[in-house]
């Protein structure tokens, strides 16, 4: 499967670095962030999960060395796509916060917000039997359906979809779908692709009917190919697991694609993660603008537990692609988000995150 999607180290470079300048705030008013833990800035901080990554060696280069719920040192990929839209960082986390408030409707009005929760996943059960209660995809979108009527509330039927329309969905979500098929042999593995994939398009669709138009679609990142898989196989990585995150994207490429001819105004663009991160666990020197050379060791513990005050902390953060177990450095973040907003097709198809946000609806 690997071969499939093969290109050599020359082209890969020359087009990973004709990434295109940031597009203005006007193009898109608000940023809407669904997902799992690559995606959530802090709503599992409030909720009764075990699944919170507001305790250092997390956030040991953010601001202030807080630990704001990223399983990160630092920023996370929706960090960096806000920051190339023109925002400081990803919209807060409005999971938690009362909708009569201040603060709720200040950010729904001039940011949006973040809906995401770490270990959720795209399937209602996905990561609630380990993790309590993580928010599944189908709560948040449910979430987005109440921000809209709140819009409505604040603005008039007309300018609230209007602005809607043109703000940017950013979902990131599957990984800990695929992770749990592994664990589940009785089900085969292309009846979890046909009935995830299933799942997920129909909830886009579900966010399509809340007027949303421009969406961001994160693929999940490489499960099978990452710390915990090496810690678990030396020799390299479990073939299983890439072999059924590359046919995640593969398929869901397919739906959406069937989808926009459905809705000419459903507006998508895929970041291919999975593709990038073979590329750079196969050749991290083909990458000289970042300066990552550990792609198999986590930075923080042995990789196969979430990172945490006891854990042991790696020196030289900037060099190492992946935090914990399964998440992405801020570094790796960053590179990968560059490769989201490239105009390599191999990452981003079949317009990149720049062009989606410069899409009229």
Do not use: H
């Not at 009917?209 to 030396?234: M, Q």
């Amino acid at each position: 499967m690997a071969t499939k999607f093969g290109a050599s180290s020359a082209f890969v470079l020359y087009f990973f670095f004709l990434t295109p300048a940031s597009s203005s705030s006007s193009d898109v008013p608000l940023i809407f962030v669904l997902g799992g833990t690559s995606a959530d800035n802090g709503n599992n901080n409030c909720l009764n999960t075990t699944a919170k990554y507001n305790v250092p060696f997390n956030g040991i280069d953010y601001r202030n060395s807080t630990p704001t719920g990223r399983a990160s040192n630092g920023l996370i990929l929706p960090d960096y796509v806000a920051r190339r839209l023109n925002r400081t960082e990803s919209p807060p986390p409005i999971i938690c916060l009362i909708r009569s408030s201040d603060e709720y409707q200040r950010a729904i009005l001039t940011e949006g917000g973040t809906l995401a929760s770490a270990s959720s996943g795209i399937f209602d059960t996905t990561g609630r039997p380990r993790f309590g209660e993580v928010l599944p995809l189908r709560t948040q979108v449910k979430f987005f359906g109440e921000v809209y009527e709140d819009l409505i509330d604040l603005q008039g039927r007309q300018a609230a979809t209007s602005l809607i329309r043109r703000s940017l969905v950013l979902v990131s979500t599957g990984s800990i779908d695929i992770a749990d098929q592994l664990d589940r042999p009785p089900i085969s593995d292309s009846f979890f692709i046909t009935a995830v994939i299933a799942q997920y398009v129909g909830l886009l669709r579900s966010l399509y009917a809340y007027e949303a138009r421009k969406f961001a679609i994160v693929a999940p990142l490489l499960i099978g190919c990452n710390p915990n898989s090496f810690a678990d196989n030396a020799t390299g990585c479990n073939q299983r697991g890439t072999s059924l995150t590359l046919d995640f994207v593969e398929s869901l490429a397919t739906a959406l694609r069937r989808l926009r001819v459905l809705y000419p105004n459903f507006q998508y663009s895929i970041c291919n993660a999975p593709n990038f991160l073979l590329d750079v666990n196969a050749n991290p020197g083909s990458f000289p603008a970042c300066g990552i050379r550990e792609v198999r060791d986590a930075c923080c513990g042995n990789g196969t537990m979430p990172c945490r005050p006891t854990s042991t902390l790696c020196g030289n953060r900037e060099q190492y692609l992946y935090w914990s177990q399964y998440q992405l450095t801020q570094e790796g973040s960053r590179i990968l988000t560059a490769a989201c907003f490239s105009n390599n097709l191999r990452y981003a198809a079949p317009i990149n995150f720049y062009q989606l946000a410069r899409t009229t609806t």
